[in-house]
C-alpha cells in the first residue's frame, strides 16, 4: 500500500522556524518527483517546492525562495521541508504529494504574528 504520512506542523511565532517531514511507504522516493503543496482556508492549493527524481532539480513557489528548502533523505525514504522566517501569510495545511497522484493527509503550519 502506497502511504506518504506528514509530520512537524504546529503553531510558530513569525521569524521563527518549522520542519516538516513526509515518511514514505510502499514507494521509492529518490525514483519519483515529489514535492510540498499548501491550501489556506478559502485558497486553492498551490505548489510550495518540489524535486526530481533524477536530477534533484529542486523549485520553488517566488514567495517561499530563500525561505524554504526541500530535501530528500533517500536512506529513510523521507521528504523534507524545512521553513525559516515563517510568515503569518504561510499559514496553511501542507500536503506532501510523491508519484504525480499521492498524497499525504496534510499538516496544519500556523504562523501567529
Known amino acids: 500500500q502506497v502511504r ?17 517531514s513526509c515518511a ?6 529518490r525514483v519519483t518527483n515529489a514535492g510540498w503543496y499548501r ?10 517546492a518540489q524535486i ?14 530563500g525561505r524554504f528548502t526541500i530535501s530528500r533523505d533517500n536512506a529513510k525514504n523521507t521528504l523534507y521541508l524545512q ?3 515563517l510568515k503569518p501569510e504561510d499559514t496553511a495545511v501542507y500536503y506532501c504529494q510523491a508519484a504525480a497522484n499521492t498524497w499525504g493527509q496534510g499538516t496544519q503550519v500556523t504562523v501567529s504574528s
Do not use: F
Not at 24 to 29: D, K, P
Not at 52 to 65: D, F, I, P, Q, R
Open 52 to 65: 526530481t527524481s533524477l536530477s534533484n532539480t529542486v523549485n520553488y513557489a517566488e514567495s517561499v525562495k
Open 39 to 48: 491550501q489556506a482556508p478559502g485558497k486553492q492549493r498551490e505548489l510550495v
Open 4 to 20: 506518504l504520512v506528514e509530520s512537524g506542523g504546529g503553531l510558530v511565532q513569525a521569524g521563527g522556524s518549522l520542519r516538516l
Open 83 to 85: 521553513m525559516n522566517s
Open 24 to 29: 514514505a511507504s510502499g514507494l521509492i522516493l
